[in-house]
């Protein structure tokens, strides 16, 4: 019933699509491919339909930011279903900064790349600002100095026996870091809590999705229990891209830290692994490239620092 499926409780595809462009843009310098045609449109005009898809679609005007079906932080699976792909009649609709911090990079990947008129540039600038005041007016949890999981438009899945306000979402901090919603400082500070959270977890690199994970029975797909998969799993996927952060804000030392144990995994496993238990027992794919390509990022970046000390 699902293969082939078009996942639709993650709100992250349009954004990704955008920033795929805008990579690929980067490593060519082929600006020519957002004026070739797909389906009677110019790319750079497909582009800007996915974004105005969100601002029509997925938007709540009353904090000014996007929604989605609940899911684990960048997770793509919901917990009222089975399955969990679809957006439903039992999908709890939220806000979550993962969603809404990947929008506001698309956005600054969009006004890099795209031939605007000032109305234009003027227009989306606007849009990015404005959810960058409003991440940090709603999603930001000043008393607990993180992120709130979720903001629920019509109520929560989960049991009121569970306080999910405590859980430290390490994916959405990241991609957060990435959209420059934090300071230097506060970057600090996330990387501490994360590897905090490494300890209390016992688990093996700042990776970890989150934590506390959701208890057992949170999320009806059975993939979904506690350190499994995107409840409390270790993605390097994540993980390195928070390396790189740490790096971008002249965090060597820590960055170095952070990625000797994924390295050790992957040369110990001859593989990349999509992702880990605590223990480090390597789950699913051993050559994903999401992985690969995040170490691959970081190595190149103290590479070039090495390089530019010399």
């Keep these: 019933e699902y293969a082939g499926h078009k996942n639709t409780v993650e709100t992250d595809q349009e954004t990704s699509l955008i920033q ?3 990579k690929y843009i980067k490593s060519t310098g082929d600006k020519g491919i957002l004026n070739d045609t797909v389906a009677g449109s110019t790319v ?4 800007e339909r996915a974004m105005k898809f969100l601002l029509k679609d997925r938007f709540e005007a009353k904090y000014g930011l996007i929604w989605g079906a609940t899911t684990a ?3 793509d699976v919901q917990p009222e279903h089975d399955w969990g792909v679809e957006i439903n009649k039992d999908t709890h609709k939220a806000i979550d900064i993962y969603d809404n911090a990947m929008f506001v990079i698309a956005i600054n990947n969009y006004l890099e790349i795209a031939e605007l008129s000032n109305a234009d540039r003027g227009y989306w600038k606007k849009v990015g600002a404005d959810l960058k005041t409003n991440i940090r007016k709603h999603l930001w949890d000043q008393k607990r100095q993180k992120f709130k999981p979720h903001i629920y438009l019509n109520g929560s899945p989960f049991p009121n026996t569970f306080d999910e306000e405590e859980i430290y979402y390490h994916g959405g901090t990241t991609i957060a870091i990435e959209a420059n919603l934090l300071s230097k400082k506060e970057v600090k500070q996330a990387y501490l809590k994360m590897q905090d959270n490494v300890t209390k977890a016992k688990a093996s690199t700042i990776g970890l999705t989150m934590y506390p ?4 029975g949170s999320f009806k797909n059975p993939g979904m229990g506690p350190y499994s998969y995107q409840n409390g799993g270790d993605w390097t996927w994540f993980g390195g891209r928070m390396i790189s952060e740490l790096i971008r804000y002249g965090y060597i030392a820590e960055a170095k830290e952070a990625l000797t144990p994924m390295l050790d995994r992957v040369i110990k496993n001859k593989g990349f692994y999509e992702w880990y238990t605590p223990d480090n027992t390597p789950k699913g794919s ?7 390509g995040v170490l691959w990022t970081a190595i190149n970046q103290l590479n070039a620092l090495s390089t530019k000390g010399k």
């Design 73 to 75: 932080d960048w997770g």
């Design 44 to 47: 750079q005009k497909q582009l």
């Design 286 to 292: 051993s050559s994903f490239k999401g992985e690969a």
């Design 213 to 216: 994970v959701y208890p057992a």
């Design 20 to 22: 795929a462009v805008y």
